[in-house]
């Protein structure tokens, strides 16, 4: 198991052989260098969608801005992205608390769109992503 796998389901479906490198690839996102406490899970369908993949890493702000540029969204704005309720990640530990979030969603055009959320604390961005197959 890739150590930074988020753990999975006996049933799930992975892509190719899970790894994050696999992973990140198929979903076309590349990860800052200096990226720190990445985790990853990456839910394939056997009908329909090629697949979500939900991503979280910590980075400074050089490392944010050129990630944004990578994943193709667009500025961030306070809050949190359209359509997030709070239940995105539970499954991971993921949680929203508070109004300090700022967001971005990409382009649904393309193969990949993805959906950002990021909180600032002690000069480090923890960044929440949700890339989809459309």
Known sequence: ?????????????VYGDGSLATVLAHYDVSLPDEA???RFHDEESLIGSEGTLFLHLKVSDAGLTSFLQTLNVGPLTPGLPAGWDGREGQRFGWSFPGSSWCAAQGP??????????????????????IAEHV
């Open 1 to 13: 198991m890739d150590p930074h796998d988020y753990l999975r389901e006996r049933d799930d479906v």
């Open 36 to 38: 720190t406490d990445v």
């Open 108 to 129: 649904a055009e393309g193969t990949v769109t993805a959906s950002v959320a990021v909180a600032r604390a002690g000069g480090v961005n923890s960044v929440y992503v």
